[in-house]
């Protein structure tokens, strides 16, 4: 047992311990901090501990790998850490970098996962593209200086450690070892490092040695319990070295029957996979003259859950649950993908931006997609945003997509900047109501205003016609899902601005001949919603699910749609309500149309990146499954018990299901290429 004695074995050991004890600690400040859970949740399920212990695997494999350039250092013959000082000054340089660039990491998964719900993973990259307004975003929001000096005093106190970690072992005097028990000791420590970095230490196969993956950290099938799991450096390598293929024509094909039937192709073909369908005027438009304006309004950041009209006990939205009324007010609406740019997309060109890496409006390639908004013949069409367009290359879909659109952004405006975003909602709305109401001939218009008021730094201007701010506990607005309080004021502010808009609008008289088509663009991370189904937190529908309104009580009556309806859906469906004919070979259909697969489903993406967790909502149901139709599970929304798999009970929607989920996800992929614009 002479090996045991060993300096440098003594001193890496012991390296990979401090630099393990490091990362347990910020996987216990995410679970504090971060996760949303109680410390209670340890015992109330039975899922929590092990996936911690799942997630602590995964710590080891990166300690161990951190600190094994260092072990190459340290077993060198002759040049190794043990004789040669300038070896321990590499060694401290290259662990100040890697220990510097690992808590890097956790900081922005802490940040991203706050604000997200998602760890951090390669979609992260598609933020490089807009670095500035990234890091303009980043300073105006966070307490950038402190998080610097915590991340600064994290990798000098390890590094601390471990230079003291040196002089502990290294300098020491050596004791004799022979070498058959060098030899024994070290194939015993090749074995040990192999199992900590393999992750796995029983059930192994020799033959085939599977390493502990991401994918075991998803066993409780509750997307939040799962996050516990992963290593945001281990889980960020892993999506990076994904191949991202573009589409499975094969996949596509194997489901065209089932696709094609459900969006109603005029002349199906499965060999061309052609999904065209023409509507002409239906009998239930309205009968307005002029033809009427529309107006879509993309709510940033607002859920369900934050909205009074889908039960947040605390009121935020007076004036959206009064619209809600007096409007078209759906109650199981769903974007298909979280994010701005990608709602963005979805409601521009009907198609959900699926994509695996980038967002689709960063890919030069498919910006120049066809979108029904070139339906609204003999429209002016307007987009309107507070700050700059070219976030996440939003302006080149723009552009290039909605003919002779009259794009508006910062330096357009006269109003004041308030923050990284821009103007403020209320000036963006005043300032669209000031263009609006000089247009010159007085044409029809289509507008798409885009809102960003409710975004992180969440800023009250000092110019807001009188909104004022509640001072509430911490804990009450918590109970409610919002994550703070400014962040609660933001959703009173966009709601309170909204009133304004109405006002605005009537007093400019674009009003009553107007349809107001509002939507949220994506939920933000919700702490507790006790308000809301256990569903939407369990299954993680509550970054999906979001308010929606269709606004016109001059020209619509009021109404409840209860099924559920896509952001995929909007165009056709304003367009059938305008009575205009359009071609559409996207993925949106008209709800006052049939459903042929009977009762409506939305396609969704419940956990983004490499490998997603894709899944189909009804007004009763979700199922979901691995991106590559594996592990397909079905779960009742109504159940106290979402997670619980009742595929069985209901086997015909499950069947039902997993073909539309598998299918409809698959040619999503495909339409972001086929709905490009020929040149």
Same mark, same amino acid.
């Given at each position: ?29 995410? #679970?504090? %901090? ?19 212990? =799942? ?5 080891? /494999? ?48 802490? +940040? ?91 059930? !192994? ?28 450096? =281990? #889980? ?40 065209? /369908? ?41 004036? =959206? ?11 199981? #609406? ?34 120049? *997609? ?16 507070? %700050?700059?367009? %070219? ?43 000031? !263009? ?59 709601? #309170? ?8 609008? *009537? ?32 299954? +993680? ?51 006052? *149309? ?74 999503? /992929? ?10």
């Amino acid at each position: 047992m002479g090996w045991l004695h060993s300096r440098r074995l003594h001193y890496w050991l012991a390296g990979i311990a401090i630099v393990f004890v490091a990362l347990a600690a910020l996987r216990a400040l995410f #679970f504090i %901090g971060f996760s949303g859970f109680e410390f209670s949740a340890l015992s109330d399920s039975d899922a929590v501990a092990p996936t911690l212990g =799942i997630g602590l695997l995964f710590d080891l /494999r990166l300690a161990i790998l951190v600190m094994l350039p260092v072990a190459l250092l340290a077993w060198f013959p002759r040049w190794n850490l043990v004789r040669v000082r300038a070896l321990r000054w590499l060694a401290r340089v290259y662990l100040a970098l890697a220990l510097g660039a690992v808590f890097l990491v956790y900081i922005f998964d802490f +940040g991203h996962y706050a604000y997200l719900g998602v760890r951090i993973n390669a979609t992260i990259l598609r933020f490089i593209g807009d670095a500035q307004i990234s890091t303009d975003m980043v300073w105006q929001s966070y307490p950038v200086i402190w998080i610097t000096l915590g991340w600064l005093a994290a990798t000098a106190l390890t590094l601390w450690l471990l230079v003291l970690l040196e002089r502990v072992t290294l300098a020491r005097p050596a004791k004799p070892i022979s070498r058959f028990s060098l030899v024994w000791g070290s194939a015993l420590m090749v074995v040990l490092v192999f199992l900590g970095i393999l992750g796995r230490f029983t059930d !192994i196969n020799l033959e085939n040695p599977v390493p502990l993956r991401w994918s075991d950290a998803f066993f409780s099938g509750d997307n939040r319990i799962s996050a516990l799991g992963l290593n945001p450096v =281990i #889980f960020l390598y892993d999506t990076l070295q994904a191949t991202n293929e573009t589409y499975d024509r094969e996949q596509v094909a194997a489901h065209y029957d089932v696709v094609s039937r459900y969006l109603g192709v005029d002349q199906p073909d499965a060999q061309s996979l052609n999904f065209i /369908r023409h509507q002409g005027p239906q009998p239930y438009a309205i009968a307005a003259s002029p033809p009427p304006n529309v107006v879509f309004i993309m709510l940033e950041s607002l859920g369900t859950s934050a909205v009074g009209a889908y039960g947040n006990p605390l009121n935020p939205t007076p004036n =959206i649950d009064r619209l809600a009324k007096q409007s078209w007010f759906f109650k199981n #609406f769903y974007v298909p993908v979280t994010g701005t740019a990608k709602t963005v997309w979805a409601s521009i060109t009907g198609v959900p931006d699926v994509s695996r890496g980038e967002t689709s409006t960063r890919n030069p390639l498919i910006t120049r *997609q066809h979108t029904l908004i070139n339906a609204f013949a003999g429209y002016e069409k307007y987009y309107m945003i507070g %700050g700059n367009s %070219g976030w996440a290359n939003m302006n080149a879909l723009v552009r290039q997509s909605i003919d002779q659109v009259q794009l508006f952004e910062e330096q357009h405006w006269r109003s004041p900047m308030v923050d990284v975003w821009g103007i403020s909602d209320l000036d963006l709305f005043k300032e669209t109501d000031r !263009i609006l109401s000089k247009r010159a001939e007085k044409k029809p218009f289509f507008a798409y205003i885009q809102t960003a008021g409710n975004h992180r730094p969440f800023t009250i201007p000092a110019q807001n016609d009188g909104f004022e701010t509640l001072d509430l506990p911490l804990e009450t607005v918590q109970n409610a899902g919002s994550r703070s309080l400014a962040q609660y004021n933001a959703v009173r502010l966009l709601d #309170f601005d909204i009133g304004r808009l109405m006002e605005i609008a *009537q007093e400019g008289g674009w009003y009553d001949n107007t349809i107001f088509v509002m939507f949220g663009d994506h939920n933000t991370r919700i702490s507790q919603i006790p308000h809301m189904p256990p569903a939407f937190a369990q299954l +993680g529908l509550e970054s999906n699910q979001v308010p929606m309104l269709i606004h016109a009580p001059k020209l619509l009556q009021p109404r409840v749609i209860e099924e559920a309806v896509g952001l995929a859906d909007l165009l056709p469906t304003v367009l059938g309500i305008a009575g205009m004919e359009f071609t559409n070979g996207a993925m949106g259909r008209d709800i006052q *149309q049939p459903a042929p697969e009977g009762e409506r489903m939305v396609p969704l993406v419940l956990r983004e990146g490499t490998f997603p967790l894709i899944g189909g909502v009804t007004k009763d149901f979700l199922l979901q499954m691995q991106h590559d139709g594996s592990e397909p599970t079905l779960h009742d929304l109504a159940s106290q018990e979402p997670l619980t798999d009742v595929a069985d009970q209901y086997p015909e929607e499950f069947q039902r299901l997993e073909q539309l989920t598998r299918g409809l996800h698959e040619t999503s /992929r495909l339409m972001l290429y086929q709905n490009v614009r020929a040149d």
